[in-house]
């Protein structure tokens, strides 16, 4: 009954519009598609560490590729929704637990969502989130929704920077190369946006004035690390 509840709440959120060759062209969120991902939120952090069913099952569906990504790409107008779909992106992203069970399976799907998100323009969107709480840290008026919003789209980045593991069975099978090439596009893609130059303007005001930053600089730490 959960998973039928889950596959309700992601079916909610939307549908991809396409061209007459396939390639997508736009997304029309559904009428209660900040409400499902909200939902979808829940599911997430009520998901089972140990088996990670709802992590699964989202993955399988490609509910990023689908529903998540296009909502960040074409729905740039609507921030609540933007931000409530780069928090699921944060929340399916985070490392494996060591004792969880199919990590071999975990890992596959968290190299699934870190090309989906490489291959696309999510990005750049994400980052431009930043654009203001950078201009309120300049103006030394960075307040804690500033920083909240700057560790959510840094945890981001540093959970997939984190998707480095390679199974035995990609090992095996010779599609390591592939693996390290999307590692590498992906670095390219956060210096193309800018984000290394951010993290070290951030870095600069550890030391200053905003408490924030003082309180917590081990995101920062970890995701140039």
């Given at each position: 009954m959960e998973m039928e509840g889950l596959s309700s709440i992601c079916a909610g959120l939307g549908i991809i519009e396409e061209d007459e060759n396939g390639n997508r062209v736009g997304y029309t969120k559904g009428e209660y598609c900040l409400d499902n991902l909200k939902d979808l939120?829940?599911?997430?952090?009520?998901?089972?560490?140990?088996?990670?069913?709802?992590?699964?099952?989202?993955?399988?569906?490609?509910t990023v590729g689908k529903d998540l990504i296009p909502i960040i790409e074409h729905c740039q107008d609507d921030r609540n929704l933007v931000l409530n779909a780069v928090k699921v992106l944060v929340f399916l992203t985070m490392p494996i637990e060591p004792s969880s069970s199919d990590i071999p399976?975990?890992?596959?799907?968290?190299?699934?969502?870190?090309?989906?998100?490489?291959?696309?323009?999510?990005?750049?969107v994400i980052v431009s989130l930043l654009e203001s709480p950078l201009e309120n840290l300049e103006r030394e008026a960075f307040t804690e929704d500033d920083w909240k919003l700057v560790q959510l789209v840094l945890t981001l980045f540093r959970n997939i920077l984190a998707v480095q593991d390679i199974s035995m069975l990609h090992?095996?099978?010779?599609?390591?190369?592939?693996?390290?090439?999307?590692?590498?596009?992906?670095?390219?893609?956060?210096?193309?946006?800018n984000v290394m130059d951010l993290i070290l303007v951030l870095t600069q005001h550890v030391g200053g004035s905003c408490d924030y930053l003082r309180q917590d600089n081990l995101l920062l730490l970890e995701t140039f690390h």
């Open positions: 939120l829940r599911f997430l952090r009520r998901d089972d560490p140990q088996s990670r069913e709802v992590f699964k099952q989202v993955c399988k569906w490609n399976q975990q890992i596959d799907y968290l190299w699934g969502l870190k090309s989906s998100i490489t291959c696309s323009e999510s990005v750049a090992m095996a099978g010779g599609s390591a190369t592939q693996f390290l090439s999307l590692r590498d596009k992906f670095l390219e893609l956060l210096f193309h946006e």
